[in-house]
């Protein structure tokens, strides 16, 4: 009798905590909603508390450690945030290391680390993660729109970099292949055919295209833009860009 009331109570714990982590998913994604990511993150943190090892709250709170971090001033709390997302990431790709997804949230952040990173060798290790995690998703789903911006982007950032930088990349990473605007913008078309509303690829396929000497194909870009809906926080920064970009081309 001992045995089955101790196993009756471990039930009826597991389905306590199944049914608060459900209820914490869609208050997360509902805060999502009114683009109040912070609060999203905490929700997302405290299914974690439960389940450490939910996929689905490793993910977002990786992805949102990243965008709530981009918008931290002080330069000590961004690194915080984005040490933070790199943690998730990483024990994301542990719950789950054959899906794309997990090594595109390792491209991210590792992106993201770029920029906060003060020693130059951990910093041009992060630009090298950054391009093989993206590889490595790609490999699994050559079509994952997502792993195709972060091609594009590193392509973009590399090719646009100072040549010190670039010639550090190189000396320490030898490996890496060459960066090209042609390879930017192929990654980026890419992936505006498989996330037609990711506000951000366009802004940086725009971007690519005024680097390239391509004005036409930049002001298509950024037509495209105005006209798409808001559906993060910093959309709506991403597309007032776009539309004073738009307005200077007059």
Same mark, same amino acid.
């Not at 041009?124 to 594009?152: C, H, Q, S, W």
């Not at 890419?190 to 295209?209: D, G, H, I």
């Given at each position: 009798? !001992?045995?089955?009331?101790?196993?009756?109570?471990?039930?009826?714990?597991?389905? /306590?905590?199944?049914?608060?982590?459900?209820?914490?998913?869609?208050?997360?994604?509902?805060?999502? *909603?009114? @683009?109040?990511?912070?609060? %999203?993150?905490?929700?997302?943190? +405290?299914?974690?508390?439960?389940?450490?090892?939910?996929?689905?709250?490793? +993910?977002?709170?990786?992805?949102?450690? /990243?965008?709530? =971090?981009?918008?931290? *001033?002080?330069?000590?709390?961004?690194?915080?945030?984005?040490?933070?997302? *790199?943690? @998730?990431?990483?024990?994301?790709?542990?719950?789950?290391?054959?899906?794309?997804?997990?090594?595109?949230?390792?491209? *991210?952040?590792? =992106? &993201?680390?770029?920029?906060?990173?003060? $020693?130059?060798?951990?910093?041009?290790?992060?630009?090298?993660?950054? !391009?093989?995690?993206?590889?490595?998703? #790609?490999?699994?789903?050559?079509?994952? =729109?997502?792993?195709?911006?972060? $091609? =594009?982007?590193?392509?973009? $950032?590399?090719?646009?970099?100072?040549?010190?930088?670039?010639? %550090?990349? &190189?000396? #320490?990473?030898?490996?890496?292949?060459?960066?090209?605007?042609?390879?930017?913008?192929?990654?980026?078309?890419?992936?505006?055919?498989? $996330?037609?509303?990711?506000?951000?690829?366009?802004?940086?396929?725009?971007?690519?295209?005024?680097?390239?000497?391509?004005?036409?194909?930049?002001?298509?870009?950024?037509? +495209?833009?105005?006209?798409?809906? &808001?559906?993060? @926080?910093?959309?709506?920064?991403?597309?007032?860009?776009?539309?004073?970009?738009?307005?200077?081309? !007059?």
């Amino acid at each position: 009798m !001992k045995i089955i009331f101790v196993l009756m109570s471990f039930l009826v714990a597991v389905c /306590c905590n199944s049914q608060e982590t459900s209820v914490l998913l869609k208050e997360a994604y509902n805060l999502e *909603l009114k @683009f109040n990511e912070y609060d %999203a993150l905490a929700k997302y943190k +405290q299914v974690l508390v439960n389940e450490s090892s939910n996929y689905k709250a490793l +993910q977002k709170a990786a992805e949102l450690s /990243c965008s709530v =971090g981009a918008r931290v *001033l002080n330069a000590k709390d961004k690194k915080i945030m984005y040490e933070s997302g *790199l943690a @998730f990431a990483k024990r994301a790709f542990v719950v789950d290391s054959t899906n794309a997804y997990s090594y595109y949230l390792l491209a *991210l952040v590792s =992106g &993201k680390m770029t920029e906060v990173e003060d $020693e130059n060798k951990k910093r041009i290790a992060y630009v090298r993660d950054t !391009k093989l995690f993206a590889d490595k998703a #790609l490999l699994i789903n050559p079509n994952f =729109g997502m792993a195709n911006f972060i $091609e =594009g982007k590193w392509h973009f $950032e590399m090719v646009t970099l100072n040549w010190a930088k670039k010639l %550090a990349v &190189k000396t #320490l990473y030898g490996g890496l292949p060459e960066p090209s605007l042609d390879k930017c913008i192929e990654y980026l078309e890419k992936c505006r055919k498989q $996330e037609p509303y990711f506000v951000l690829n366009y802004l940086t396929l725009a971007k690519a295209y005024k680097e390239d000497d391509k004005a036409v194909k930049m002001i298509e870009v950024l037509n +495209q833009i105005v006209k798409l809906p &808001k559906r993060t @926080f910093d959309d709506a920064a991403y597309i007032d860009e776009a539309k004073k970009w738009l307005e200077n081309e !007059k």
